[in-house]
């Protein structure tokens, strides 16, 4: 019985696949006209092809080069407007990537965030994002902390959904993510979250998933980000999220957690690079660990700073520290060391491994890690050894042929 209800759910989604279709936007069409079929026919604003996809899901909309800032449509249920709404399985991706096509937001008319806002992107019902620059997204402030209407400035992502190959930057929000908000579960992949505000709760990225739908962070760089209050510079983790092979770096609060707050849980940090982030007056500059169960593996947690002691890591919540690189070396741990990383240059941002850091062939192998590269692109096990190194970049000697997974 279990292999024939699994045949019919296959049956059901190859028919659903089969009749999936494609949707085209392009900012400069001249015959905008529905169902957006092609690209002479192609829908200018981004959302009215979303509309049309929506009936089926499993279509994508394929948007062309420009700077998408018109239109806008409500979050479903709540008073803030989104430039892009989507609340089915579509995929929405651009055709040439973030350096290319833009989707800007605006602020209230008082040049803030508040009444008259407008955020990047709403995704929801399990919608994807492939290939934009999310940017000028704000959030409303007159709530209780509702995460729909006021997180997640460049995009909230509040069922399942994912965002692949994304920039979100310069984007506002009072709270849970100025920059990006995986709000019940998701994925993040490859994405660059840099110069995002919030007023509490993490600067560039707030994740909280549950149980069965974690809220996972993969290959991404969140840096540069700032929180004003607490929780946060960078990142604020929450229950059953997770990052893997991040480098978050140079985020600052003022107060608790300048890289990452990390509450409730479980909560796992897995080959992720957590240097320069600072806050303030507070401890925890690095990471602030409160009320949680968090697993660190192959991290970096090195240069982050405060005015007062512990740093880099600071908390009294249960942590398990396994080959981390931190100073003070964590005890008890397994593989744990407390020598100077040495970054080829920390002082200009680079902090990728010299030949004789400690951190080169220190780490451990994790089952994630098969087929997956480094934030340079670089494969994360060594083809001959299966060794992987410490930190969210592999050392590469100079003169290497280098192949990507």
């Not at 407008?118 to 997204?137: E, K, P």
């Not at 087929?371 to 100079?398: M, T």
Request: aromatic share 8%; glycine share 16%.
């Amino acid at each position: 019985m279990q292999r024939l209800c699994a045949l019919i759910v296959g049956l059901m989604v190859a028919i659903q696949m089969a009749g999936a279709a494609t949707n085209y936007v392009d900012r400069y069409g001249t015959n905008p006209t529905p169902d957006y079929t092609n690209w002479a026919t192609a829908a200018t604003s981004i959302q009215d092809a979303v509309n049309v996809a929506m009936a089926t899901p499993g279509n994508t909309v394929l948007v062309s080069n420009g700077v998408y800032d018109t239109g806008w449509t409500k979050t479903p249920g709540y008073t803030l407007t989104n430039r892009v709404c989507v609340t089915n399985a579509i995929i929405l991706r651009s055709v040439n990537g973030p350096n290319y096509t833009f989707i800007k937001g605006q602020p209230s008319p008082n040049g803030l965030m508040g009444t008259g806002a407008v955020r990047c992107v709403y995704l929801a019902g399990g919608a994807s994002l492939i290939g934009f620059t999310l940017t000028n997204g704000y959030t409303m402030t007159n709530g209780t902390y509702q995460p729909e209407h006021e997180s997640g400035g460049g995009v909230l992502v509040a069922t399942r959904g994912s965002v692949s190959n994304c920039v979100m930057v310069g984007n506002y929000a009072r709270c849970y993510g100025g920059g990006v908000s995986l709000y019940n579960g998701g994925t993040m992949n490859n994405c660059i979250i840099s110069n995002n505000y919030v007023g509490s709760y993490g600067g560039g990225v707030r994740l909280i998933g549950g149980a069965g739908s974690p809220a996972i962070m993969n290959n991404c760089m969140v840096v540069g980000n700032y929180c004003e209050g607490s929780f946060g510079g960078g990142v604020q983790m929450d229950s059953y999220s997770e990052a893997n092979n991040c480098l978050i770096a140079g985020n600052t609060n003022s107060n608790q957690g300048g890289g990452a707050f990390l509450w409730h849980g479980p909560i796992s940090l897995n080959s992720c690079t957590i240097v320069g982030n600072d806050s303030g007056s507070s401890a925890g500059g690095g990471l602030q660990f409160y009320l949680t169960s968090a697993t660190l593996t192959n991290c970096i947690v090195w240069g982050n700073t405060t005015t007062l002691a512990s740093s880099n890591y600071n908390g009294a919540a249960t942590q398990d520290f396994s080959y981390v690189c931190s100073g003070p070396i964590k005890t008890p741990g397994t593989g744990n060391t407390g020598s100077d990383p040495q970054f080829v240059g920390q002082a200009t941002g680079n902090y990728r491994l010299t030949a004789n850091s400690p951190c080169v062939n220190a780490g451990t192998y994790q089952s994630w890690m098969t087929g997956a590269a480094d934030v340079d692109g670089h494969r994360r096990l060594d083809r001959f050894s299966g060794i992987v190194d410490i930190g969210c970049y592999e050392y590469v000697p100079k003169g290497t042929l280098v192949t990507v997974p």
